[in-house]
């Protein structure tokens, strides 16, 4: 099933401090490591046979450096940052380790551990409102691919929102089918 008119080819921002350090970034930012770096280089190498007229960024610093990196590899001309590309706003819990979060806000959890998404996060954005930017979003890059080629670089969570809408698989269970490694190619078809 063809999602989109032209290519469009997602990746996820390069591995970040916080990445390194198990800690909630959500709409707070942290700054690519060395091997985030590598890893945005890595990533315009994997890709430097499609042809690209622009790079649609999350506006978050991490999607947006690595954004950078990719484009002047590639030699593509523009990004555009979208809010609605951003990751989901996980309020109280960002900035916090897993551990943390989970002595602070153990009803988080199931009991089994597993974070419950649709929980109420303090100061957070809703499962709902997050899936529905993220439908905005898609619903963009179906207009844009009508004339243009698209990379889109994002997060992990708003990955997993866009398979779960695509591909009509609960939120909750994207995890049990893909997993978005920082800075790895996916076409979504």
Partial sequence: MQFFSKNVVFIRHGETEWNVQNRTQGHL???????????????????????????LSSHLGRAFE???IVSEILNIPEIITDDC????????????TLA?????????????????????IPNGESLENFLMRVGKAIENLKKV???????????????SAMVSHLKNIEFSDVGKHYHFKNCDPVILS
């Fill in 100 to 120: 943390e979060s989970k002595k602070k806000f153990p009803y988080l959890w199931d009991c089994n551990g597993k974070f419950i998404y649709n929980a109420n």
């Fill in 85 to 96: 590309l951003s990751e989901r706003n996980l309020g109280a819990m960002q900035g916090n």
């Fill in 66 to 68: 690595t954004a950078k």
């Fill in 145 to 159: 691919s009508e004339t243009k080629n698209i990379l889109v670089v994002t997060h992990d969570g708003v990955l």
């Fill in 29 to 55: 930012n942290s700054p690519l490591t060395q091997q985030g770096i590598s890893q945005a280089k890595e990533a315009a190498e994997k890709l430097k046979d499609y042809k690209f007229d622009i790079i």
